[in-house]
């Protein structure tokens, strides 16, 4: 029987989002054959009444869950906090596995999204440029994708962290204290090609070296730029974040990033080549419009893309 990547599942304080979020992972086909692990945080020392009864209901919830293979809750009993729940969860389940699929509190999955995954994980365990799989891709009204483009798959330079996977060498080869970030900072030819993958990238992994912000996500985007390694993404979304309203710790509506699951589609997984113009339409979806603070740019996208 063939071992499929265990899910990673990271839930807070949102019931409701935590409940849509395992009903479509329920859904998914091969559901009952993979493993899922929980990692619940825990309350803030300053936490209100009204947010540890939340947190207490999300606890109930998914003590409740079943209609996967197993099922695996780790409660923390204080607040660890995002980037640090992610990064110590997901290192503590690559300590039995070689790869993992990971899903946050606000994604909802088509039902073919465990095997994409699965799929891509498979064929592309192997292949040295790839670093990521990302189920999630901009909607067609945001990023174009070429007419001429035939495949159903494209790179990336840069990763979503909207339903992901990736693979255990991958994931210890991040550097996470960017130890070379003085000579980083100091270097503007390679600010500017880290940026390749958007303009808003080296104001981010300035702002969390800076503590502006605690974000796992650019950490890990940093030292895929670094390795010259690239995402793979699907020409059409296999997951919609409901996290968009505000709810979350970092999120807000931004109607350019909501997509529309279409539950018939599932992607063809072949070899691929980086397509120029897919890479040009990926980057300027973050480039900040005329006359538009690039400071306030880019806290609204870091507010958007990262947990």
Not at 38 to 56: H, L, M, S, V, Y
Not at 159 to 167: C, L, N, R
Request: glycine share 4%.
């Amino acid at each position: 029987m063939k071992d499929f990547a265990p899910i990673i599942l990271f839930v807070y304080n949102r019931p409701w989002h935590t409940q849509q979020t395992v009903e479509a992972l329920q859904k998914n086909e091969l559901a009952t054959e993979s493993e899922l692990f929980i990692f619940a945080d825990g309350p803030k020392a300053n936490a209100t009444e009204e947010q540890k009864e939340k947190i207490r209901q999300v606890s109930e919830y998914i003590s409740k869950i079943d209609g996967f293979k197993s099922i695996t809750i780790y409660e923390a009993k204080q607040n660890i906090g995002c980037a640090d729940s992610i990064i110590q969860g997901i290192s503590s389940v690559f300590e039995r596995y070689n790869k993992v699929i990971v899903v946050e509190d606000d994604i909802v999955t088509s039902k073919f999204f465990l095997r994409f995954m699965n799929e891509a994980l498979d064929f592309f365990e192997n292949d040295e440029r790839v670093f990521s799989v990302s189920g999630y891709t901009f909607p067609n009204k945001t990023m174009k994708i070429p007419a001429n483009y035939k495949k159903d798959i494209y790179l990336s330079y840069r990763h979503s962290s909207w339903g992901w996977g990736t693979w255990k060498d991958r994931w210890n080869s991040v550097d996470w204290e960017i130890r070379d970030f003085k000579e980083f900072s100091e270097n503007i030819e390679l600010q500017k090609a880290f940026n390749r993958g958007g303009s808003d990238m080296s104001g981010m992994l300035n702002a969390q070296m800076e503590g502006r912000i605690d974000a796992w996500d650019i950490r890990f985007d940093y030292s895929l730029f670094k390795q010259n390694k690239f995402n793979i993404y699907p020409i059409k979304s296999l997951v919609t974040n409901i996290g968009l309203d505000s709810s979350g710790t970092h999120t807000g509506v931004d109607e350019k990033l909501i997509t529309i699951l279409d539950d018939s589609w599932i992607p063809k997984i072949e070899n691929i080549e980086p397509n120029k113009r897919i890479l040009d339409n990926f980057k300027r979806v973050s480039d900040p419009p005329p006359r538009y603070s690039l400071k306030r740019f880019i806290r609204k996208i870091w507010k958007s893309l990262f947990c």
